[in-house]
């Protein structure tokens, strides 16, 4: 029998490109996305079913896992993809953009998993990843505070989930990206308001480091999709995954510092 991955957030990126090699590779694929009609050449592609999933929503969830099980017949892995940015300081961010990147980034993947799991313990097997970030392991700059907290989360969440479930076959991993060329930050919106110049300065800054992302030193998402096909088809065993040579670069920079060195020294390339 076939297995099944269902990934989150398949409508591009990272989730569409592991959608795309897994069904090269002959896995059955759950694309899931909050707008199918985002699927585009998905639906094209042998192997590969589009359904309809908003992560922060319970019955959304409900109603794709069982639409998936009843389709496929059982799922194997799941790949929590989807997450949103939010840029600016913190003192800028709405209530709004607070809770949608919570709900999204954290939230989202604990809804995702609670989805899941009653059918991992039915069948005495299953392999979570998690697409967390570098960011998750260490701060890189300023403004991007709302982000670290939740790549931050997923650590906790993931390493205290490993402990509940391992001993139910149900396998926990972490993936660790550096970042790789995408359209994330083609579109960004950066909060800025008269009475709060003071964070001008650095917005700036960061505006051009990321507006220019794509000429920055990255990663490739292959990649990515190579460390995720290897812990589904249980070639690798690694809890945790930094992938990237600028992401191994700059875990071991801040393993190898103290903080205060570590933050010191990060905080001159912006100030």
């Not at 794709?64 to 059982?74: E, Q, R, Y």
């Not at 998993?113 to 300023?142: C, D």
């Not at 589904?232 to 065993?237: A, F, G, L």
Request: charged share 20%.
């Amino acid at each position: 029998m076939k297995k099944t991955i269902l990934i989150t957030g398949a409508s591009s990126g990272l989730g569409k490109a592991t959608a795309e090699y897994f069904a090269s590779a002959g896995w059955q694929v759950a694309a899931t996305m909050r707008t199918p009609e985002k699927a585009t050449t998905l639906t094209e592609i042998p192997g590969i079913q589009i359904f309809k999933m908003d992560v922060t929503d319970n019955a959304t969830i409900t109603r794709a896992v069982a639409d998936i099980i009843s389709t496929f017949g059982k799922i194997d892995v799941v790949l929590n993809n989807a997450g949103m940015g939010r840029y600016g300081a913190l003192e800028l961010c709405s209530e709004k953009d607070i809770n949608d990147i919570w709900q999204t980034n954290v939230q989202g993947v604990v809804n995702v998993i609670r989805g899941v799991l009653p059918h991992f313990r039915a069948n005495k097997a299953g392999t979570i990843i998690n697409v967390g970030s570098a960011m998750g392991l260490t701060t890189t700059m300023p403004l991007l505070s709302l982000y670290h907290m939740t790549k931050y989360a997923l650590e906790g969440l993931t390493e205290g989930l490993y402990y509940e479930l391992k001993p139910l076959n149900i396998d926990v991993h972490m993936i660790e990206p550096g970042g790789f060329p995408s359209e994330l930050n083609q579109n960004l919106v950066f909060h800025r308001r008269e009475d709060m110049k003071e964070y001008d300065v650095v917005t700036d800054k960061i505006e051009q480091l990321l507006l220019h992302y794509n000429d920055l030193p990255l990663g490739t998402v292959e990649e990515i999709v190579d460390v995720i096909y290897a812990l589904s088809e249980r070639k690798s065993t690694q809890f945790r995954t930094v992938i990237g040579t600028a992401a191994n670069e700059l875990v071991a920079r801040r393993k190898s510092l103290t903080d205060e060195v570590f933050l010191a020294s990060s905080l001159s390339y912006f100030s």
